[in-house]
C-alpha cells in the first residue's frame, strides 16, 4: 500500500484557510465529497463522526501532525485528503503545539485490516523528521504529489 494510491486526486489543500480544528475538519471532507470519496449525502455524518473521534481523544499524535479518521459503510475506497495550515491550529495534540499537516482518511466500515494499514503507511511516513518538514515547506497541491510519489519511491516491497 503506498500513499500516492490513498491520497484522493484534488484533495490535497495545501493552504487551509480555517484556523480551528472543526473548520479543518469540514474543509477536508468537503474536498473528499468534491472528488466522490465521500457520499455528499452523509456530509454531515461525516463531519460529526470525525469531530465526535476527536472529542474522545485528539488524532494530533505531535511533531505537527493529526491524522483524523472514520470508517463508514457508505466508503467504498480508502481515501485520504491532505491539508496544510502555514499558521498552524490548535488540535489539542499530545505534545501541546500546533498542528501543521493533517490527512485525514475515510475507510469502508468493512475493511478492518486495511484501515490499518493505511494507517501504518500513514504513520510511517509522518514519523520522518525531513518528510514532515517538506510537507510544511509544500506550496502547492503538485509540491505534495511530487513528494508522496518519492516517499513510496522510497519504501521497499508491496
Do not use: C, W
Amino acid at each position: 500500500m503506498r500513499l500516492t494510491d490513498l491520497v484522493a486526486a484534488g484533495a490535497i489543500i495545501p493552504l487551509l484557510r480555517s484556523q480551528d480544528r472543526d473548520g479543518a475538519v469540514v474543509e477536508m471532507i468537503d474536498a473528499l465529497a468534491g472528488v466522490g470519496a465521500v457520499p455528499p449525502k452523509h456530509r454531515e455524518e461525516f463531519i460529526a463522526r470525525v469531530l465526535e473521534r476527536e472529542k474522545r481523544g485528539s488524532t494530533g499524535f505531535g511533531r505537527g501532525v493529526a491524522v483524523p479518521h472514520v470508517k463508514h459503510k457508505s466508503v467504498k475506497t480508502m481515501s485520504v485528503a491532505i491539508g496544510l495550515s502555514q499558521a498552524g491550529i490548535d488540535f489539542a495534540a499530545l505534545d501541546k503545539q500546533p498542528v501543521y499537516t493533517i490527512f485525514l482518511l475515510v475507510s469502508p466500515e468493512d475493511q478492518p485490516e486495511d484501515h490499518l494499514r493505511a494507517m501504518e503507511v500513514i504513520f510511517k511516513n509522518l514519523s520522518k523528521d525531513t518528510f514532515r518538514r517538506f510537507l510544511r515547506q509544500a506550496a502547492s497541491a503538485d509540491d505534495v504529489r511530487s513528494l508522496l510519489e518519492e516517499s513510496d519511491g522510497l519504501q521497499i516491497g508491496p
